[in-house]
């Protein structure tokens, strides 16, 4: 929704903050460059940038040379030299610098006693790093009273570490990484995770082929700079607005249980969730919202019952608005649309593990987890089976038609210990990684996987060899043959892992429609009861 931009709230630090004296340590790492006869310095605005009045020393036997100042709180700007007169003085790069009105000096806002990053002279970030400034224009938005911050992984995921500041108009934080590591981060009007940013699909990793979900992303290995609007691309412009209404289908759930309320959370409820209604009892609820912006709308529904809620998996749900519209349905949990198929018979299922092509021991308890289980609290240990390395259990009287899952090698509490699921044979489970996924028969069903692997130890190699797709490259149309044998789960992914089209519980002959799929390459995951599974490629003309 358009919001009006708070100059005041725009201040990041109070009047009396700035008034005070801080002690401000700078530091510059001179490499291997010979130092100027006339010492090495530090000019800026708290000495009124006089090139030869305030040397650095060098620290011990390296060639880092630092001095420690007294500072007023609040902007400031210098520049280091290797020498005592303008001339000497470092070329700041872009990267880092203020780059305002031509203005090429390095910046801090100081606000307690700090000591800044030992940067190379004349460069963007110390030895063997790179530096990435962050630029952020929230002048669409109300900026929240906690400020703006940025979370990623250079700093612990830490929605409340690094609080950004309002240099020249938009917010800034400069972030070091070592050179060859990817920066995946999200920007925040706020300090806790209920007020971080949607980010739009186009800027997304997962987007550009990266697993690593819905976050930014900077993968360059030299300094740079990234620039945006919050919640944005690009640079800031005013979008239109449009109505909207959202319908989720739970009648699958309904039909194995009680659904007390379903809500619908996202960015424009602060991921708090609001409720949906269902005023005809079909099990198909709905809420409509007006206003909103164009673009990408991302959302998530849930369900409550018993006071417990529950979240459909995957990642966010993405509509493209565009214009007044009614989203179609889509069933609870699917990246797809269309209503719910028919739950299959209530049945067991029993979930087996191999672990004899580990490289590693087992942990001495192996956990079955999922959505059935609220994942790690109430993870299921499962126990030896008949054959050696193997780990089975047991979810008896199973109801719902598909379920998502993975295994824990040990703790499940601990995240290392879970199994990583690699995304041929794997559902996104919106946090950048993939869960396992099988749709039921109607009987009693078996699922069996090698730990981490797509394949099962006893999955004859030929079991899925009868699929075939025709004709590919296809047009307006293909036809997915599978045969009469058994039924199948069948997911088709672009080259970025997204899912465009998915099918479950089925046999025969299927037809995959062009639909919205561009020209270009395809994936077809097709996966059998038994866990069995095959990846099929199809080009798009």
């Known amino acids: 929704m358009k919001k009006l931009y708070a100059l005041a709230s725009a201040l990041i630090f109070s009047v009396a903050a700035f008034a005070q004296t801080h002690s401000v340590t700078f530091q510059v790492d001179l490499g291997s460059a010979s130092v100027n006869s006339n010492g090495v310095h530090v000019a800026g605005s708290f000495q009124n940038w006089s090139?030869?009045?305030?040397?650095?020393?060098?620290?011990?036997?390296?060639?880092i040379y630092a001095v420690t100042v007294s500072v007023s709180g609040g902007q400031l700007e210098y520049k280091f030299l290797n020498g005592n007169a303008w001339g000497d003085d470092e070329s700041v790069p872009s990267a880092v610098n203020v780059g305002t009105n031509g203005n090429g000096n390095r910046w801090?806002?100081?606000?307690?006693?700090?000591?800044?990053?030992?940067v190379m002279f004349a460069g963007a970030a110390p030895a063997g790093q790179k530096a990435i400034q962050f630029k952020v224009d929230y002048s669409l938005q109300t900026l929240s009273s906690d400020s703006a911050h940025v979370a990623g992984n250079f700093q612990g995921w830490d929605p409340a570490k690094s609080q950004m500041v309002n240099f020249d108009g938009v917010h800034r934080y400069i972030a070091y990484a070592a050179k060859t590591d990817s920066v995946y981060f999200k920007f925040l009007n706020g300090n806790t995770w209920s007020d971080v940013e949607s980010v739009p699909s186009t800027c997304q990793a997962s987007t550009a082929g990266i697993n690593q979900g819905d976050n930014r992303f900077y993968t360059d290995t030299v300094s740079g700079m990234y620039e945006v609007c919050y919640t944005m691309c690009g640079p800031c412009m005013v979008?239109?607005?449009?109505?909207?209404?959202?319908?989720v289908d739970v009648s699958s759930i309904a039909a194995c249980g009680t659904v007390d309320s379903v809500t619908l959370a996202g960015p424009i409820n602060g991921w708090g969730g609001?409720?949906?209604?269902?005023?005809?009892?079909?099990?198909?609820y709905s809420i409509s919202y007006t206003d909103v912006d164009s673009g990408d709308f991302q959302f998530k529904a849930r369900f409550h019952e018993n006071g417990n809620t529950n979240w459909e998996g995957g990642g966010n749900k993405i509509v493209t608005v565009s214009s007044d519209s009614t989203v179609a349905t889509r069933c609870f949990g699917n990246d797809t649309y269309g209503p719910c198929a028919a739950v299959p018979a209530t049945a067991d299922v029993t979930f087996i593990v191999d672990f004899t092509q580990a490289a590693f021991t087992p942990a001495d308890t192996i956990y079955l987890m999922g959505a059935f289980t609220q994942w790690d609290a109430n993870a299921v240990p499962m126990v030896p089976h008949s054959v050696a390395g193997q780990y089975i259990a047991t979810e008896a009287n199973y109801c719902p038609g598909t379920m998502e899952y993975r295994f824990s090698n040990g703790d499940p509490s601990n995240t290392s210990n879970h199994e990583p699921i690699p995304m041929d044979c794997g559902v996104d489970n919106g946090v950048g990684g993939y869960n396992r996924s099988f749709t039921r028969t109607g009987g009693m069903d078996t699922v069996q996987h090698i730990f981490g692997a797509c394949s099962f130890i006893s999955v004859e190699?030929?079991?899925?060899?009868?699929?075939?797709?025709?004709?590919?490259?296809?047009?307006?149309?293909?036809?997915?043959?599978?045969?009469?044998?058994?039924r199948y789960a069948v997911r088709v992914f672009d080259i970025t892992g997204r899912v465009v089209a998915g099918f479950d519980n089925i046999q025969g002959d299927i037809t995959l429609e062009r639909d919205n799929m561009v020209s270009g390459m395809y994936y077809v995951n097709i996966t059998d009861a038994r866990g069995a599974s095959k990846t099929l490629k199809v080009v798009v003309e």
């Not at 609001?274 to 198909?284: I, K």
């Open 51 to 63: 090139p030869s009045t305030t040397s650095l020393t060098q620290v011990g036997t390296s060639s």
């Open 239 to 247: 979008v239109s607005t449009y109505d909207i209404t959202i319908n």
């Open 274 to 284: 609001e409720l949906m209604t269902d005023p005809d009892g079909d099990g198909v």
């Open 461 to 486: 190699e030929d079991a899925l060899s009868g699929v075939s797709i025709r004709p590919n490259p296809m047009n307006e149309s293909a036809t997915i043959s599978l045969g009469n044998a058994g």
């Open 108 to 118: 801090a806002v100081i606000s307690s006693d700090t000591t800044l990053p030992a």
